[in-house]
């Protein structure tokens, strides 16, 4: 069998086997950044019960335009990553939708096969594209970076086609139900990039490289200032008190006029008698 007919065989088999993203109860869930450049990954995790299966949704829309009747979008480097997934285009405003993926097996596959996905009366047409499909009993997958164009016929008089694109990865809880993912953002426009799991939704915005904001520096802490050292006290002079001096007199002299004194008060005394 050659490679056509095998891929054929592929397309039709997962064309035919949709995953049922039946998820657990999750009480929590993260993401992280919150802003990320286009291309780079952005880190999920949560809380389920043990052991049990949790399906990430991410997804974003945007509008498209309309030009001659038609409308067609390409998202390049699309990360697929191993494991059960699910890759879902809804298209409004539309009369029909087709997809093409590439690389797959060195080529460039048309989904569906068979032609372009007929649109509700609403206008509404969705395509679902589930890995791994069985063939002859064993499983094929498609992981890796996958070019991803979505194109088809507008509706009659409209001017834009709005756009939403899913991806459904499956996870698993470990035995105290925690989870995580590394999902990589590449082929989403900028814009709001939504995670889902278990009903809580968390946003992610997407921008360019030069557009991502510079972190701001944490300021460097004030040097604390020295201590100045206390000024030793300034002790007063203490003051002596020193007998008061009689002008123009001297000491010496002050002793003889007090040893006259007492010999003049014995003499006085004597006369008495």
């Known amino acids: 069998m050659n490679a056509m007919p095998i891929i054929l065989t592929l397309f039709l088999l997962i064309l035919a086997s949709t995953i049922t993203t039946t998820s657990a109860e999750v ?13 780079e990954e952005v880190l999920i995790s949560g809380k389920a019960g043990s052991n049990e299966t949790v399906w990430l949704k991410s997804s ?22 191993a494991g059960e997934k699910e890759f879902s285009v809804t298209a409004e405003n539309v009369k029909n939708i087709r997809a093409s ?13 068979s032609g372009p996905e007929s649109a509700t009366e609403e206008g509404i047409a969705t395509l679902s594209i589930s890995f791994p499909a069985t063939m002859h009993g064993a499983k094929i997958d498609i992981s890796g970076k996958k070019n991803v164009k979505v194109y088809g ?21 470990n035995s105290t139900g925690y989870f995580e993912l590394d999902i990589d953002s590449g082929g989403a426009p900028k814009g709001e990039f939504l995670i889902t799991a278990g009903g809580i939704e968390k946003a992610v915005e997407i921008v360019s490289a030069e ?14 200032p020295s201590p100045s050292p206390s000024p030793s006290p300034t ?10 001096p009689i002008p123009g007199v001297g000491f010496e002299a002050i002793g003889c006029i007090a040893i006259a004194a007492l010999i003049l008060i014995v003499i006085m005394k004597l006369k008495k008698r």
Do not use: H
């Open 211 to 224: 557009d991502m904001p510079t972190p701001t520096p944490s300021p460097s802490p004030s040097p604390s």
């Open 60 to 81: 974003f829309a945007l509008s498209l335009p309309v030009s001659g009747g038609k409308y067609s979008c390409d998202f390049p480097d699309v990360y697929f990553p």
């Open 153 to 173: 016929d507008a509706a009659e008089g409209a001017t834009a086609v709005n756009l939403k694109s899913t991806m459904s990865i499956k996870v698993s809880a």
């Open 235 to 244: 002790t007063s002079p203490q003051k002596t008190t020193r007998p008061f």
């Open 27 to 39: 009480t929590e869930l993260n993401v992280n950044p919150r802003v990320v450049a286009q291309g």
């Open 101 to 113: 993926l590439s690389p797959v097996f060195w080529q460039t596959i048309e989904y569906p096969l």
